[in-house]
């Protein structure tokens, strides 16, 4: 109990309401949150979205960059934070989003590393957890070295989508090891909408041709991660079977580094890939994929890759990798012994050539996605994890 | 650091990039001195930094390091304060004035094109110089130094010397330099100091147990920093690959030169562990004398993304191992197809652990290309044979009838 409310708060902060699977997955997840009835449940926005309304349909939600900016309580903040009174204005505009009346008993669940800014208007009694998504170095650019520091010194617990996540915490930026927890992630079908379809027109602007199969490549591009998509390309190259197919590169803006290009023009690849970099979730581009395949070594649940799953897109991964999962005994796709790229292409291969068993082990990958990442199983073991740090709090 | 200057005036100005133990100081080592014993040649040395290799370079000849040259306060502060124009500006006029006596040196020969910045702390030129521009890069290198210092090698220099066949045409296609202008000369190395000086067998036998490499099992080696250029990341796909085939013996992959304090190595060791494959696969920190390695190497391959011709495959060569390489880079020159060892397209990375395997698989083959890849390197690749075929050049360039 805590403030004299009949219930605790878990305040769930996030970046936007944006229409992606990734915040229809949030959604989902807050609704089940507030299903469970043991906390009132107050969402956090950065910015609004196309989403906006139906969460506000779900739970209390505060959209900051619609709070007035001319409201006495605003022009407050901002004069006596010109003033260097930072952590006064801090306070104020916690009290403004709805974060200052926090207390010992509540809970702050940070969605993504990138609304840290939250962290700066909470009181200190109050726990936070924070989600870790996929990426080898979860805690690296675009955050600044202060922004890391107030995540490390103020997150009570971090829950990481792969086991990288966990080694950087731990390794790297010094997390005690209990403070950190892998936890599975919640994913949802697309909904038709959501995006404009523009498969075919898509299509035509990559230079793909009607009859070509596109697989799918999601990742980080970064000259950290070496990942073997563009080896993979050449063995696919090699296959007999393998003039229609064409490999799409998705990565994150300005992370195409310099081997990608130099790769691709020096093995003669300009013809068979194309790499896109891109401002925000990847969904559109499932809507030209036809197979995706997971060709990294590490990110034990990428995203892009369960949504694909959950969009009915079959997968080829490596064994071991969580991902198989999905795929099950070459059910939702084909699993290959570990990073064998002759295998890894012969997969691609047989789904480029049979669209009914890309669809029969499309439909078998997205019923197992929705199985394995229900947002009804995330949000009992989020829940979870907040009646643990709540307990742990320091009286 | 700064050296007492000769009383004859400097024929030529060596510039460098800097004195560490990697191919292009190497080979200017090595070239500069076989003129100091062989010819009359005047010369002095600026190296733009410093390295392991400086005490060597200043028993040829005289060396400035520009690195050297003593911070002012006054480009201190203004570092402090964020004036990075005004304080490049305090220490290039000091660099400058280091540089006062050379500034009417009539030939100038930069080792690779980073190291052209030092054309212009020599100020206006006269109207006799001559530069010279040993290019020791290819497209990455180029694109890595940026559009300014690019255009400065190409409106400078009046020669260029490539180091392989590859950097020629890049030099004619990409960057429109005068066909005429460009001359090739393959790197070369010091056969004699390398023979001299064989790894004994307990150095070989120290190297394997160092990386707990059983007796019998094949060694795969690879040499470099674990840059994404020299591709360590291929050299772990073909490592992965070739595990998975059926292999007469155990085969291990050893990495020399993984600088254990760069984030490339640290990401790379993540990869190995995530892949399974840290019993077989080793990453050794740079060593001053890596012979008991090349020697310990059954096949050598060159995993690098472009490299225009990295005297490691010339020393490993030399210990009559053979080399796997990708047909882009200049080694592809050396190895021809099965001569002295086999180039495959590039990242093809099956089709090189097809060869790799190939050749752990039949010990004669091994034996006869290796024994070919030596002899040529003797015969082609040795400074006896090449620095007198580019003195000729330097001669015929800074004095023209």
């Known amino acids: 109990m805590s403030g004299g409310r009949a219930s605790p708060r878990l305040v769930v902060v996030a970046r936007d309401a944006s229409p992606t699977q990734e915040n229809r997955a949030l959604l989902a997840v807050v609704r089940?949150?507030?299903?469970?009835?043991?906390?009132?449940?107050t969402v956090v926005l950065q910015k609004g979205g196309a989403l906006v309304d139906e969460m506000a349909s779900i739970t209390a939600t505060v959209v900051a960059a619609d709070l007035s900016r001319w409201a006495p309580a605003a022009v407050f903040e901002r004069l006596i934070g010109r003033m260097g009174f930072r952590a006064l204005a801090g306070r104020v505009r916690g009290h403004r989003l709805g974060l200052g009346r926090l207390g010992r008993g509540d809970a702050v669940y940070l969605h993504t590393v990138m609304v840290v800014q939250a962290l700066r208007y909470l009181p200190r009694a109050v726990p936070v957890l924070c989600r870790v998504p996929e990426s080898v170095y979860p805690l690296r650019q675009p955050l600044s070295s202060t922004d890391v520091r107030l995540l490390v010194d103020r997150v009570t617990r971090f829950l990481t989508v792969t086991s990288a996540g966990v080694d950087d915490l731990v390794a790297v930026h010094g997390v005690a090891p209990e403070r950190v927890v892998r936890m599975r992630e919640a994913v949802v079908a697309p909904v038709a909408g959501d995006r404009p379809a523009e498969g075919p027109a898509l299509r035509t602007r990559l230079g793909f041709g009607d009859e070509a199969v596109v697989v799918g490549i999601f990742g980080d591009a970064a000259v950290e991660i070496h990942p073997p998509c563009l080896?993979?390309?050449?063995?696919?190259?090699?296959h007999p079977d393998s003039d229609a197919v064409v490999l799409l590169l998705v990565v994150p803006e300005h992370t195409a580094g310099p081997w990608a290009r130099h790769d691709i023009e020096y093995a003669g690849l300009a013809d068979r890939v194309a790499i896109v970099e891109l401002v925000g979730s990847p969904p559109a581009y499932l809507d030209v994929c036809d197979v995706v395949v997971h060709a990294w070594w590490g990110a034990d649940q990428p995203l892009a890759y369960l949504e694909a799953a959950a969009a009915g897109i079959p997968l080829v991964c490596s064994e071991g990798h969580e991902l198989a999962e999905l795929v099950g005994d070459d059910e939702g796709g084909y699993v290959c012994p570990r990073l064998d790229l002759p295998a890894m292409a012969a997969g691609v291969v047989a789904l480029a050539a049979q669209p009914v068993e890309r669809r029969e082990k499309g439909a078998v990958a997205a019923a197992r996605a929705a199985a394995r990442y229900a947002p009804t199983d995330a949000a009992g073991r989020?829940?979870?994890?907040?009646?643990?740090?709540?307990?742990c709090m320091p009286s | 650091m700064m050296r007492r200057r000769v009383e004859r005036?400097?024929?030529?100005?060596?510039?460098?990039?800097?004195?560490?133990?990697t191919g292009a100081p190497l080979m200017l080592l090595y070239f500069l001195r076989w003129l100091r014993d062989n010819t009359d040649l005047a010369f002095e040395i600026v190296l733009v930094d410093g390295g392991p290799l400086v005490d060597d370079f200043a028993e040829v000849a005289p060396v400035t390091v520009l690195a050297d040259v003593e911070e002012a306060m006054t480009s201190r502060w203004l570092d402090r304060l964020r004036l990075r124009k005004a304080a490049t500006a305090v220490r290039t006029r000091r660099q400058r004035a280091a540089l006062e006596a050379l500034r009417r040196v009539p030939t100038v020969y930069c080792n690779s094109s980073s190291c052209i910045s030092v054309v212009p702390l020599l100020g206006p030129a006269p109207p006799d110089r001559v530069v010279i521009t040993h290019v020791h890069e290819m497209e990455a290198g180029f694109r890595s130094m940026g559009p300014a210092v690019v255009e400065l090698v190409f409106s400078v220099t009046d020669w260029f010397v490539a180091a392989s066949e590859r950097v020629r045409t890049l030099l004619i296609e990409r960057y429109d330099a005068d066909p005429d202008h460009v001359v090739r000369h393959y790197e070369f190395i010091d056969v004699a100091a390398m023979a001299g000086e064989p790894p004994s067998v307990a150095d070989i036998a120290a190297a394997r147990e160092a990386c707990g490499i059983p007796e019998g099992a094949a060694v795969v080696g690879a040499v470099g920093v674990t840059q994404w250029r020299k591709g360590p990341d291929l050299f772990l796909l073909l490592a992965h690959l070739m595990g998975r085939r059926e292999q007469g013996r155990e085969v291990h992959f050893v990495w020399l030169g993984a600088d254990p304090d760069a984030d490339e190595t640290r990401s790379l060791l993540s990869d190995i562990a995530r892949t399974g494959l840290g019993e077989r696969v080793h990453l050794v920190a740079p060593e001053r004398a890596p012979a008991r390695w090349f020697a310990l190497f059954d096949v050598f391959v060159l995993t690098s993304r472009e490299d225009p011709f990295p005297l490691v495959c010339l020393e490993s060569s030399l210990m009559g191992t053979p080399i796997v390489c990708f047909d882009n880079t200049g080694m592809a020159e050396f190895v021809g197809d099965g001569d002295c060892g086999y180039m495959v397209d590039y990242i093809d990375v099956e089709a090189m652990a097809d060869r790799v395997t190939s050749l752990l698989d039949d010990h004669d083959l091994r034996r006869e290309v290796g024994e070919r890849a030596?002899?040529?390197?003797r015969d082609e690749f040795d400074v006896s044979a090449g620095a007198p075929a580019l003195y000729r050049d330097l001669e015929r360039w800074r004095m023209p009838r």
């Open chain 1, 231 to 238: 080896p993979l390309a050449v063995a696919i190259r090699r």
């Open chain 1, 32 to 41: 089940s949150l507030v299903a469970i009835g043991d906390a009132e449940v």
């Open chain 2, 9 to 21: 005036s400097p024929d030529v100005l060596f510039a460098g990039h800097d004195a560490t133990r």
């Open chain 1, 382 to 391: 989020l829940w979870q994890q907040v009646l643990e740090v709540r307990v």
């Open chain 2, 374 to 377: 030596a002899r040529r390197v």
